[in-house]
């Protein structure tokens, strides 16, 4: 008999949502239904407020369909192929928006702001910006546009015959077919490497798309354009999206937005401009006259990783316009709740005078059982941060170059084991959304804690192919035992070079016995010292 009480009707109280979401300018997004939150699978619930007179720029949803419910102010919207229909929605009435439609929302008063209801078809928040001149251009953008700013979500068909729907509050309909296909601007371009050319093997910015106010990407040729345009995702012989290939998360950007940043998301074309800059000259200063470091510290005993092809910018390399993986505003992870930092105190409690025991109380890396890299969620470290995605019928496999690794993913309808049976990386069970590869990861062990996690941990991973050399890799992370809050993460990865060669973790083949001997050694001299008192 199923368990009603976990598996049953879940309520999101008001003060509950969560706006750890993508956000827009002039907008502020709540999500209370999502599947990290309540299991949902199929749609996505929230709110939304529009400030006076905000309006944004043309998309479409790609194969999502959404509906939006206002509860305060008057909302305007534009959609067609020039967004030459136009109707505005009060409090009361309802919005449907179908598939593909391209539209532009604004609030149409410059007075009070728009509430309104949101509910989704899909958990992905798919946008496509389109490149169409509207008789009332985007405003209030403050900068990049977190949410539509996703080159090529969903965009797997031309766009045809659809109309958007508002069923007002008096029960009367507006619609209006569109004729015309549309083009479509996929906002993501490679740059050249500047400064050290030939010690860089590839940078890709991922970029956010172009709105009112700032410079817009370099030109692309005729035929790169073109090839963009026409790129679909490829399918498997068993009808699934794609992923196949060797892949690199490789990214500068950190996990969290460092402090001085404040609630700053994204950073301008120069600022990443001189970041590229600044780092390619510290690499080929590196190759030059050697890393520098400081007598004393683990850098200067440490092999210098540019003189074996180990430093980032050796590799390919994605340039995130984001100021930290972690989206949203605040950009950082919620503060540990006081049981998790007790929790961590008592683990460090126990083997405090114990560390070099034994192999047991060395950490899990230490011994090569399992490294970051191959963690669940998936983030890049120091380096070697390739993988490999091989597909079967029913499942997905990810091979890590770091420890070589591979996490098995089953897309065939398995349930998750007894919550009982816990792994290192957690159980993975994927399932397909569009082109999305969704992947919910539980059943976590607590010798295996995640920034402070414990066997309560729940991810979800999402795996989106946005272009032919480009993974959207997003995850969003749980455990109610360690925060009050989920919070989400993304990075894009792209193409690598294979192929990927056996890990050789030689710390425990070599480096455990001989830290072990060193304590015995160090143990030994200190009870000669003490019997010489």
Not at 211 to 219: E, T
Not at 376 to 384: A, C, D, I, K, R
Not at 391 to 417: C, F, K
Request: net charge neutral; with cysteine; proline share 8%.
């Amino acid at each position: 008999m199923p368990n009603w009480k976990e598996h049953g009707i879940r309520i999101v109280r008001a003060g509950d949502l969560d706006t750890n979401t993508p956000q827009t300018p002039g907008m502020t997004r709540a999500a209370a239904i999502t599947h990290a939150r309540t299991g949902a699978n199929k749609l996505w619930a929230g709110t939304v407020t529009v400030q006076p007179a905000a309006r944004t720029g043309a998309h479409h949803h790609g194969e999502v369909e959404t509906v939006l419910y206002i509860i305060r102010g008057r909302a305007r919207f534009r959609w067609g192929d020039r967004l030459e229909n136009v109707a505005e929605a009060g409090p009361g009435d309802f919005i449907y928006v179908p598939p593909f439609v391209p539209h532009q929302e604004m609030n149409a008063r410059a007075d009070e702001p728009v509430e309104a209801v949101v509910v989704r078809s899909g958990q992905e928040p798919i946008v496509v910006n389109l490149d169409i001149e509207s008789p009332e251009p985007a405003q209030n953008d403050t900068g990049p546009d977190a949410f539509h700013s996703k080159p090529g979500y969903g965009c797997r068909r031309a766009f045809s015959c659809d109309m958007i729907w508002l069923a007002l509050g008096r029960g009367s309909f507006a619609r209006s077919s569109c004729r015309r296909p549309l083009r479509e601007v996929l906002m993501r371009n490679r740059f050249a490497s500047m400064g050290a050319v030939a010690l860089v093997t590839g940078v890709i910015v991922w970029q956010p798309a172009n709105i009112a106010g700032q410079a817009p990407p370099p030109a692309k040729s005729a035929a790169k354009a073109a090839a963009a345009k026409a790129w679909k995702v490829a399918h498997t012989p068993d009808g699934a999206p794609d992923l196949q290939g060797f892949w690199t998360n490789s990214t500068l950007t950190p996990l969290e937005r460092p402090k001085g940043l404040g609630s700053k998301e994204f950073y301008t074309d120069q600022e990443i401009a001189a970041a590229q800059k600044k780092d390619q000259e510290r690499l080929a200063l590196n190759v030059a006259e050697g890393r520098p470091s400081e007598p004393g510290t683990a850098d200067a005993v440490h092999y210098d990783f540019a003189q074996f092809g180990l430093d980032k910018a050796q590799s390919n390399l994605v340039w995130d316009r984001r100021t930290s993986l972690i989206v949203g505003p605040t950009g950082t992870i919620p503060p540990l709740l006081p049981e998790a930092r007790k929790r961590a105190s008592d683990i460090a409690a126990k083997n405090r005078g114990h560390e070099f025991d034994g192999p047991e109380n060395r950490p899990l890396s230490a011994r090569c059982i399992i490294l970051g890299y191959d963690a669940v969620p998936m983030l890049p470290q120091g380096y070697n941060n390739n993988l490999q995605i091989l597909q079967g019928q029913g499942y997905v496999a990810i091979l890590h170059e770091m420890n070589h690794s591979v996490r098995i993913i089953p897309t065939d309808g398995q349930p998750h084991p007894p919550q009982s049976i816990h792994q290192l990386r957690g159980d993975s069970k994927g399932h397909w959304e569009g082109d999305t590869l969704v992947v919910d990861v539980a059943n976590f062990t607590d010798y295996n804690p995640f920034r402070g996690s414990g066997d309560k941990l729940h991810v979800v991973e999402r795996f989106t192919r946005v272009a032919a050399d480009t993974i959207l890799y997003r995850f969003t992370v749980e455990d109610p035992a360690t925060w009050d809050q989920p919070w989400t993460a993304e990075l894009a990865m792209t193409t690598g070079q294979g192929p990927i060669y056996e890990f050789g973790c030689h710390e425990g083949n070599y480096g455990l016995a001989n830290t072990l001997r060193g304590a015995r050694v160090a143990e030994e001299e200190a009870a000669k010292k003490a019997a010489k008192k």
